[in-house]
Every structure is written in structure tokens, then in C-alpha cells.
T-cell receptor, first 113, second 116 residues
Framework: GQQLNQSPQSMFIQEGEDVSMNCTSSSIFNTWLWYKQDPGEGPVLLIALYKAGELTSNGRLTAQFGITRKDSFLNISASIPSDVGIYFCAGQNPNSGNTPLVFGKGTRLSVIA | NAGVMQNPRHLVRRRGQEARLRCSPVKGHSHVYWYRQLPEEGLKFMVYLQKENIIDESGMPKERFSAEFPKEGPSILRIQQVVRGDSAAYFC??????????????FGDGTRLSIL
């Protein structure tokens, strides 16, 4: 089946630093999504990308949909302690409609104050 | 989490018992998805349902697992004769009617199932 490779697996950064994580796939997707999961909770949608090459921001978060449709990255600028959590990328298959999501294994972010 | 309600939040069962997990989607959403998350892993798709129909169950084990989304009431994920390997967090997501483009899935807070 389709798999997403997400890197890095974990990051330890100082408060105020910028963060970059990415996701690659062996096959194309027509939608890329980035979610954040806090302990004991469900994934919360951060950014949704629908067009190859699209660059979208949400506050301090910026994500891009790669032009090959096989990758995406997420940047967090000026990290703060509440950015701690697990960040998941997810791709949605090329078929139209509400198809299931394929998730990466996550990037675990720790912020040192 | 965007209105998707799951219960119970935590469920403990002994091996051989049945587990029933419930999911009420966001009001107005007619598409429900179930995902399973093992520790230190991403979410894995199990089953996709619309009202009274199973659309895609390719991620669901062939035995002991079943899902429904009746005309009235929540979606139910049922696991019969549970085993230790069923211990995981089970998440439900919902989205609006098909044909509405650019409508991402919103997740509930999950049910954490522990098998003794």
C-alpha cells in the first residue's frame, strides 16, 4: 500500500528557533494535510493543501505542496513551548471524493524553553 | 476537535470480550472514517462509511471487526473476542457530503482500548 516517509522522527529545539519537517511519498496525492496531535487527543488540522506548488500559511506555520505531488513540507517559525506535540502529514488519494487518508509516522517536536 | 464525539474515551476489556466504540460525526457530516493508532505510529485507515453503507473496508481485519453507520444514531466500531493486539487508540473522523471539494476530515479525541 501507499506509504508516507516523514522526517525527522523527532526534534529537540530551543524556544524561538524555526522548525522544518517534511514528508515524501512513492506515489502522488492530490491533497496534502498537516495535523498536530497532543497527548491523549485526536489529530487537529493545521493546514490543508490542494494544488501542486501551493504555499499556504496559518500564523507561524507554513506548508507547501510539492510540484511533483509526492512531497510536502511544514515550517514553524519562532517556536514556542505550546508547539510541543506530534506533527503528522497525511495524503489523500488521487480519486475524487472523500477518500481515506494515508498518514506518516509523525515528527515528535520538543521545545526547550 | 471540530465536533466529532467519541465515547467512551477509555475502554478496558478482558480477552474474549466484545468492545463497542461509538462515534457521532460533526452535525451535517454524512461520511465517517475509522482509523487505528498503535503507540509511536501514525494513524492507519480501517473503514469508511456513509449512512447505512460501507464504502471501503479495505483496512479492516476480515475477522472479529465490524462497523456500521445507521440511519439514526452514531457510527459503531465493534470488535468481537478481543485479543491483546487490539489494544490501540481508535479514532473517528467525519467529512461533509461527497462532491464538496476541499473538505478535510476532522477527528474526534479517540477511544483508547486496553485489553487485559
Amino acid at each position: 500500500g501507499q506509504q508516507l516517509n516523514q522526517s525527522p522522527q523527532s526534534m529537540f529545539i530551543q524556544e524561538g528557533e524555526d522548525v522544518s519537517m517534511n514528508c515524501t511519498s512513492s506515489s502522488i496525492f492530490n491533497t496534502w494535510l498537516w495535523y498536530k496531535q497532543d497527548p491523549g487527543e485526536g489529530p487537529v488540522l493545521l493546514i490543508a493543501l490542494y494544488k501542486a506548488g501551493e504555499l499556504t500559511s496559518n500564523g507561524r506555520l507554513t506548508a507547501q505542496f510539492g510540484i511533483t505531488r509526492k512531497d510536502s513540507f511544514l515550517n514553524i517559525s519562532a517556536s514556542i513551548p505550546s508547539d510541543v506535540g506530534i506533527y503528522f502529514c497525511a495524503g489523500q488519494n488521487p480519486n475524487s471524493g472523500n477518500t481515506p487518508l494515508v498518514f506518516g509516522k509523525g515528527t515528535r517536536l520538543s521545545v526547550i524553553a | 476537535n471540530a465536533g466529532v464525539m467519541q465515547n467512551p474515551r477509555h475502554l478496558v476489556r478482558r480477552r474474549g470480550q466484545e468492545a463497542r466504540l461509538r462515534c457521532s460525526p460533526v452535525k451535517g457530516h454524512s461520511h465517517v472514517y475509522w482509523y487505528r493508532q498503535l503507540p509511536e505510529e501514525g494513524l492507519k485507515f480501517m473503514v469508511y462509511l456513509q449512512k447505512e453503507n460501507i464504502i471501503d473496508e479495505s483496512g479492516m481485519p476480515k475477522e472479529r471487526f465490524s462497523a456500521e453507520f445507521p440511519k439514526e444514531g452514531p457510527s459503531i466500531l465493534r470488535i468481537q473476542q478481543v485479543v491483546r493486539g487490539d489494544s490501540a487508540a481508535y479514532f473517528c473522523a467525519s467529512s461533509p457530503i461527497q462532491g464538496s471539494s476541499n473538505q478535510p476530515q476532522h477527528f474526534g479525541d479517540g477511544t483508547r482500548l486496553s485489553i487485559l
